[in-house]
């Protein structure tokens, strides 16, 4: 679990689950470079077009969130900046 938090490239990960988080990190940081490419990725590691969609919907809205969070000036709850202490 420690490596998936960490940098999930070096979880112990089954194909299809390096896949789709691939596609989201890629989603996520660089979405305007998604290409018909990265869904067939999907495709080829076995997800359906059902499965496609679901996983780029919740990537798009949890992105969605952050940024209406950020936006608005949202203050994460203190459990979270305790979570993000223990980490360093």
Known sequence: ME????DYRSAPLTAPDRAMLDYVAKLTR????MTEADVRSLR??????TAVL??????A?????NRLADGLGV??????EDDREEKK
């Open 61 to 65: 809205y949890y992105a969605f969130v």
């Open 54 to 59: 679901d996983i780029c919907q919740v990537a």
């Open 30 to 33: 660089e979405p305007w470079t």
């Open 44 to 49: 080829d590691a076995g997800f359906d077009d």
């Open 75 to 80: 203050e994460l709850e203190p459990y979270w």
């Open 3 to 6: 490596a998936l938090v960490e």
